[in-house]
């Protein structure tokens, strides 16, 4: 498609990026530890990491990891909220080669066995919190280092020491594990430290993040993103942002958690790149404390995804905070609601930039102007060389207008190398042209923004989470008073979409109560089902498969 989106790039900002201008992820790190060595990094829970801290911090890690006799290539789980334990962990597990792979540490013990086992991760670094559900599975999975932390361990003392000791006796967040032979962060540092780090050499073909995204069969699959899809990804965030920003003085509100592909990226990789300070928030569930961490910030950054923004607003004392430094608001992950955008730009005096991405693009596709001013209803312009095509049914291209509507395709130097030892898949979602699928019905308007009007895909998306109804259904399912389920996407005003099972009962005793309590077992929170209806029958087509397009409209 001839690119007529770029008449509407703001001025200064490139048509097509220069790839080559770094080897990897690392080469970004320690030109940019080198170039801004004493601004402050990386903020959380009242301690500041500086540029030079996350150097050596980060380059001790990783000697532990070669120390252990780990290689380049291997597999290192990360399992932790926001911390700054994370930021160390995740740079020094890519400086020595290896691929990070990032755990959601609310993750049951059935998602974490599959995370693991496919994999194939033989370390992780994960917060004492969740070390309970690790001890279910890890006899069945390849890991042979058990690296653990509390989530005070980066802090000074005697702070240190009284933070640890009130999240585990007075709050009562780290439920009673053992599991034999673990090492602490500290002592990994401090094993590290002592150590020379061998330099490992990379190159934009070797691997960075195995990313995990559901997947249409209910199977999580690793996309596995290149040191080049990344700072491909990075340069073209960079080439939208520079008109705008000052390096290395802005502060970018971290709420978000890390191990998501849009914190990753757009927070925790692009603005260690441009020299900024990331604040991390490790619990963003608790408004009010967000709220009264941001009176305390001159904040210049803020992402999220519509529910955080739609949440800040109303909570109280959140229209009062200072406004004056923000620059940028930036929603992505879901569809970013009219009405909030409205609202955010009455209380903030911003407008709300709606971005999007997949976890198979790393993930920024497009992204509006930040010269916008009011909500448009658009995701965007496709950012520099990124090339969008619309395909019908047949696999024909489109043209522009809103009766030219197909698939949304993406090509361009940030879409994933593929899925993890899963050709077939991703088979399925490359065109032989070299385009990604994405699954969302789209047309390209006559100045060349992307208007999304439907999801060709069952995935439900709740607070920009994916979820995919098979793997709800197939939990749903192994419940012995279940006959039949389907599981759809609803419209809700929290987190824009939710969970609903339609079930047939086997047992007719059977109450939705104990249906949620059985998927609890087995699903993280945001893939429950909020709703639960009983049916006597499924819909379903002539040839048997469920029509989730009804229950839907139902």
Same mark, same amino acid.
């Given at each position: 498609?001839?690119?007529?989106?770029?008449?509407?790039?703001?001025?200064?900002?490139?048509?097509?990026?220069?790839?080559?201008?770094?080897?990897?992820?690392?080469?970004?790190?320690?030109?940019?530890?080198?170039?801004?060595?004493?601004?402050?990094?990386?903020?959380?829970?009242?301690?500041?990491?500086?540029?030079?801290?996350?150097?050596?911090? +980060?380059?001790?890690?990783?000697?532990?990891?070669?120390? %252990?006799?780990? /290689?380049?290539?291997?597999?290192?789980?990360?399992?932790?909220?926001? *911390?700054? %334990?994370?930021?160390?962990?995740?740079?020094?597990?890519?400086?020595?080669?290896?691929?990070?792979?990032?755990?959601?540490?609310?993750?049951?013990?059935?998602?974490?066995?599959?995370?693991?086992?496919?994999?194939?991760?033989?370390?992780?670094?994960?917060?004492?919190?969740?070390?309970?559900?690790?001890?279910?599975?890890?006899? =069945?999975?390849?890991? =042979?280092?058990?690296?653990?932390? %509390?989530?005070?361990?980066?802090?000074?003392?005697?702070?240190?020491?009284?933070?640890?000791?009130?999240?585990?006796?007075?709050?009562?967040?780290?439920?009673?594990?053992?599991?034999?032979?673990?090492?602490? &962060?500290?002592?990994?540092?401090?094993?590290? +430290?002592?150590?020379?780090?061998?330099?490992?050499?990379?190159?934009?073909?070797?691997?960075?993040?195995?990313?995990?995204?559901?997947?249409?069969?209910?199977?999580?699959?690793?996309?596995?993103?290149?040191?080049?899809?990344?700072?491909?990804?990075?340069?073209?965030?960079?080439?939208?942002?520079?008109?705008?920003?000052?390096?290395?003085?802005?502060?970018?509100?971290?709420?978000?958690?890390?191990?998501?592909?849009?914190? *990753?990226?757009?927070? $925790?990789?692009?603005?260690?790149?441009?020299?900024?300070?990331?604040?991390?928030?490790?619990?963003?569930?608790? *408004?009010?404390?967000?709220?009264?961490?941001?009176?305390?910030?001159? &904040?210049?950054?803020?992402?999220?995804?519509?529910?955080?923004?739609?949440?800040?607003?109303?909570?109280?004392?959140?229209? /009062?905070?200072?406004?004056?430094?923000?620059?940028?608001?930036?929603?992505?992950?879901?569809?970013?609601?009219?009405?909030?955008?409205?609202?955010?730009? %009455?209380?903030?005096?911003?407008?709300?930039?709606?971005?999007?991405?997949?976890?198979?693009?790393?993930?920024?596709?497009?992204?509006?102007?930040?010269?916008?001013?009011?909500?448009?209803?658009?995701?965007?312009?496709?950012?520099?060389?990124?090339?969008?095509?619309?395909?019908?049914?047949?696999?024909?291209?489109?043209?522009?207008?809103?009766? /030219?509507?197909?698939?949304? $395709?993406?090509?361009?130097?940030?879409?994933?190398?593929?899925?993890?030892?899963?050709?077939?898949?991703?088979?399925?979602?490359?065109?032989?042209?070299?385009?990604?699928?994405?699954?969302?019905?789209?047309?390209?308007?006559?100045?060349?923004?992307?208007?999304?009007?439907?999801?060709?895909?069952?995935?439900?998306?709740?607070?920009?989470?994916?979820?995919?109804?098979?793997?709800?259904?197939?939990?749903?399912?192994?419940?012995?008073?279940?006959?039949?389920?389907?599981?759809?996407?609803?419209?809700?005003?929290?987190?824009?979409?939710?969970?609903?099972?339609?079930?047939?009962?086997?047992?007719?005793?059977?109450?939705?109560?104990?249906?949620?309590?059985?998927?609890?077992?087995?699903?993280?929170?945001?893939?429950?089902?909020?709703?639960?209806?009983?049916?006597?029958?499924?819909?379903?087509?002539?040839?048997?498969?469920?029509?989730?397009?009804?229950?839907?409209?139902?």
């Amino acid at each position: 498609m001839e690119k007529i989106w770029l008449k509407e790039y703001p001025p200064g900002i490139p048509a097509e990026i220069d790839l080559n201008e770094f080897s990897s992820l690392k080469d970004i790190l320690e030109k940019s530890c080198a170039r801004y060595a004493e601004r402050p990094a990386y903020s959380n829970l009242g301690m500041t990491l500086r540029y030079r801290d996350v150097e050596r911090l +980060s380059r001790d890690f990783g000697a532990f990891l070669q120390r %252990q006799g780990l /290689q380049k290539g291997d597999r290192i789980a990360l399992m932790m909220p926001n *911390l700054l %334990q994370y930021v160390v962990a995740v740079f020094g597990v890519l400086r020595v080669g290896m691929v990070v792979v990032n755990v959601n540490p609310l993750y049951t013990p059935r998602e974490l066995e599959h995370q693991l086992i496919d994999s194939g991760a033989t370390a992780i670094v994960i917060a004492e919190n969740f070390a309970h559900t690790l001890q279910e599975v890890i006899a =069945k999975t390849p890991l =042979k280092t058990v690296v653990m932390t %509390q989530l005070g361990d980066l802090l000074p003392m005697p702070k240190r020491l009284l933070v640890n000791f009130a999240i585990k006796y007075v709050k009562k967040l780290v439920p009673a594990w053992h599991i034999p032979g673990t090492i602490s &962060f500290r002592a990994a540092l401090k094993a590290g +430290s002592g150590q020379a780090l061998t330099d490992t050499p990379l190159g934009h073909d070797d691997l960075a993040f195995l990313q995990y995204t559901g997947g249409t069969t209910g199977v999580a699959k690793g996309a596995m993103l290149t040191h080049g899809n990344l700072v491909a990804n990075l340069q073209q965030a960079s080439a939208w942002l520079y008109p705008f920003l000052r390096l290395g003085e802005e502060v970018v509100i971290t709420a978000l958690p890390l191990y998501h592909i849009f914190s *990753l990226t757009a927070n $925790c990789l692009t603005f260690m790149k441009l020299g900024g300070e990331n604040i991390l928030i490790t619990n963003p569930r608790d *408004l009010p404390g967000l709220v009264k961490e941001l009176s305390k910030i001159r &904040f210049t950054i803020i992402t999220g995804v519509n529910t955080l923004f739609n949440g800040l607003l109303h909570v109280p004392g959140f229209a /009062q905070l200072d406004f004056s430094t923000l620059k940028v608001s930036l929603g992505g992950g879901m569809a970013v609601q009219r009405a909030v955008a409205e609202n955010w730009r %009455q209380v903030t005096g911003m407008p709300l930039i709606e971005a999007y991405g997949l976890t198979e693009t790393s993930p920024a596709v497009c992204i509006n102007p930040l010269t916008l001013v009011d909500y448009n209803g658009s995701i965007g312009l496709p950012l520099p060389s990124t090339d969008v095509a619309i395909l019908d049914d047949e696999n024909r291209k489109r043209g522009i207008g809103e009766d /030219q509507t197909g698939e949304l $395709c993406v090509r361009g130097p940030q879409v994933m190398y593929g899925y993890w030892n899963r050709p077939e898949e991703t088979a399925k979602v490359m065109t032989d042209d070299g385009y990604l699928r994405t699954g969302d019905i789209a047309y390209v308007d006559k100045l060349g923004y992307i208007r999304i009007v439907d999801r060709k895909k069952d995935m439900i998306l709740v607070s920009g989470f994916n979820v995919y109804p098979n793997e709800v259904e197939d939990v749903v399912a192994r419940h012995p008073g279940v006959r039949e389920v389907a599981a759809v996407g609803v419209p809700d005003e929290k987190s824009g979409e939710a969970v609903k099972i339609v079930v047939v009962k086997k047992d007719p005793a059977l109450t939705a109560d104990a249906l949620i309590a059985h998927c609890r077992e087995h699903l993280t929170g945001y893939k429950l089902p909020r709703r639960v209806e009983f049916r006597s029958e499924l819909p379903k087509s002539n040839v048997g498969k469920i029509l989730r397009r009804l229950l839907r409209d139902g």
